[in-house]
């Protein structure tokens, strides 16, 4: 099995800053694309950030220049630095992987439970 598991949420004022981290672990072969979503109080979730095995990275347009994702294959982790936090980024937000585990051949997606961030104004 594999387990995703984020940490870092927490309460900030508006202009602050937050770093999420997610660890995987299991019995993971490799991971292909890793990425951050978030999903609000009555809307749907919404993809954050997401960044490639070799790198690339994609941005939801209300975050870019103000987020930054990463990632490290070797703790197979991915981050999210968060700076000048604003109230509408206060969601639960999600670590997601695409995971090849042993023994099996296909990439399968996997989420973490979520952590929550709520940005005061």
């Known amino acids: 099995q594999v387990q995703l598991v984020e940490s870092g949420g927490g309460l900030v004022q508006a202009g602050g800053s937050l770093r999420l981290s997610c660890a995987a672990s299991?019995?993971?072969?490799?991971?292909?694309?890793m990425g951050w979503y978030r999903q609000a109080p009555g809307k749907q979730r919404e993809l954050v950030a997401a960044?490639?095995?070799?790198?690339?990275?994609n941005y939801a347009d209300s975050v870019k220049g103000r987020f930054t994702i990463s990632r490290d294959n070797a703790k197979n982790s991915v981050y999210l630095q968060m700076n000048s936090l604003e109230p509408e980024d206060t969601a639960v937000y999600y670590c997601?992987?695409?995971?090849?585990?042993?023994?099996?051949?296909?990439?399968?997606?996997?989420w973490g439970q979520g952590t929550q961030v709520t940005v005061s104004s």
């Open positions: 997601n992987a695409e995971v090849k585990r042993r023994y099996y051949t296909n990439y399968v997606g996997y």
């Open positions: 299991g019995s993971i072969l490799s991971i292909n694309a």
């Open positions: 960044i490639t095995s070799g790198g690339s990275t």
